[in-house]
């Protein structure tokens, strides 16, 4: 079975800094990956996927998660945030083939002007 | 392109009373539809889902039943509302392992 741990439930980041957003999946085969971001009482967004390809993929607002399969990890990145980036992300994992996703319990991202 | 929707937005019931929130999808055919709760500081909690017309699987055992009468539209009800069914529900569709969220029904019980 799948399983998505994202050990950090907040995460306060001044404005214009850096942050990292750790997600770590568990599954016995091939997946798809993703990051869905959700701002106050609205649905869940997606942000970016990784389906296959290229390991390393790009939101079109600055963000980007890379695939490292031996660590069996999606870290979502940005180098700079802005404060209308704060909003609570989940990451996800899809089993190819499966019909479920398995959504982590998200990380609140705080970001401090 | 595909859109989904979901109303209504917000619904406060008192406990006891039955509930219905309706999802549908628009732009696509035969969906995988999705019905998700999220409660006040936890995560996505997967309630049901269909892959096709009348076929409903359940993923926790509780009051609440899905139904899906037409190929593009997915209900969820409950005959008599608990205060734990308090919370904010999500429907969804999915393609190619993406799932793509309505807009969310804010639901309160009292």
């Known amino acids: 079975a799948q399983s998505v741990t994202q050990l950090d439930s907040q995460v306060p980041v001044f404005e214009e800094a850096p942050v990292e957003l750790r997600c770590n999946y568990s599954?016995?085969?091939?997946?798809?990956l993703f990051w869905y971001v959700q701002y106050p009482n609205q649905g869940l967004q997606l942000l970016l996927k990784?389906?296959?390809?290229?390991?390393l993929v790009e939101s079109i607002n600055g963000f980007e998660a890379e695939f490292n399969k031996s660590q069996t990890s999606f870290h979502l990145r940005k180098p700079s945030v802005h404060i209308s980036d704060t909003a609570e992300y989940f990451c996800?994992?899809?089993?190819?083939?499966?019909?479920?996703?398995?959504f982590g319990t998200g990380t609140k991202l705080q970001v401090i002007p | 392109s595909q859109t989904i929707h979901q109303w209504p937005a917000t619904l406060v019931q008192p406990v006891g009373s039955p509930l219905s929130l309706e999802c549908t999808v628009e732009?696509?055919?035969?969906?995988?539809l999705y019905w998700y709760r999220q409660a006040a500081g936890r995560g996505l909690q997967l309630l049901f889902y269909?892959?096709?017309?009348?076929?409903i699987s359940s993923e926790v055992p509780q009051n609440l039943s899905a139904s899906r009468p037409q190929d593009r539209q997915f209900i969820l009800s409950s005959k008599k509302l608990l205060l734990s069914d308090s919370g904010f529900y999500l429907c969804?569709?999915?393609?190619?392992?993406?799932?793509?969220f309505g807009p969310g029904t804010r639901l309160t019980v009292l």
């Open positions: 969804a569709w999915s393609q190619t392992g993406m799932q793509f």
């Open positions: 599954s016995s085969v091939s997946v798809y």
């Open positions: 990784y389906l296959s390809g290229s390991t």
């Open positions: 996800a994992v899809s089993e190819r083939g499966y019909q479920k996703v398995t």
């Open positions: 732009g696509t055919s035969n969906p995988n």
């Open positions: 269909s892959v096709g017309i009348g076929q």
